[in-house]
T-cell receptor, first 109, second 113 residues
């Protein structure tokens, strides 16, 4: 079992829909990261959180430390949100990140 | 502000050839990382350098060597390329603080024939 599991692996939705991507992890962490990778593109850090909730524009990230679970939400989704979303965790006292396999999101107009 | 710069962006090698992937960051970060990304798999850490003068193995170090040339630069070398090393390689940098994000380069797409 991977330390970081994302679901779903693939998600297709219509423009305007509310999107939720989930991330579960099995170790104690100091921080959880959500990253975005556009097709053929580089990787951009969206959020880093260790508790509670963060919001940036239409993106919201939440984390429940007790349940070892995080969600990334996209409100009013748009085709430009189509990308691979990656969850990664940094273990307590660790320098390294452990990555999930990513969720491929496609938003159709 | 360029962030993390990787060169080259694309490369095709023959089995047995050697090459070095270059990475430089201009954010004065202490820590640098090399990852590979393969279809259906998450990013996997090859090597990292927590600070200038130190390097450590990651999850998949076999077949690779690294050099932390100075605080800015961290290179990845394939001594004898193998088809299994066909991948997209990403360099990243961060501060040595758990609550700081990693900044990624644009990647190097490497094909070994």
């Amino acid at each position: 079992k991977n330390e970081v599991e994302q679901s779903p692996q693939n998600l297709t939705a219509q423009e305007g829909e509310f999107i939720t991507i989930n991330c579960s992890y099995s170790v104690g962490i100091s921080a959880l990261h959500w990253l975005q990778q556009h097709p053929g593109g580089g990787i951009v850090s969206l959020f880093m959180l260790s508790s509670g909730k963060k919001k940036h524009g239409r993106l919201i990230a939440t984390i429940n430390i007790q349940e070892k679970h995080s969600s990334l939400h996209i409100t009013a989704s748009h085709p430009r949100d189509s990308a691979v979303y990656i969850c990664a965790v940094r273990g307590q006292g660790a320098q390294k990140l452990v990555f999930g396999q990513g969720t491929r999101l496609t938003i159709n107009p | 502000n360029a962030g993390v710069t990787q060169t080259p962006k694309f490369q095709v090698l023959k089995t047995g050839q050697s090459m070095t992937l270059q990475c430089a960051q201009d954010m004065n970060h202490n820590s640098m990382y090399w990852y590979r990304q393969d279809p259906g798999m998450g990013l996997r850490l090859i090597y990292y350098s927590a600070s200038e003068g130190t390097t450590d193995k990651g999850e998949v170090p076999n077949g690779y060597n690294v050099s932390r040339l100075n605080k800015r630069e961290f290179s990845l070398r394939l001594e004898s390329a193998a088809p299994s090393q066909t991948s997209v390689y990403f360099c990243a940098s961060s501060e040595w603080v758990p609550t700081q994000p990693q900044h990624f380069g644009d990647g190097t797409r490497l094909s070994i024939l």
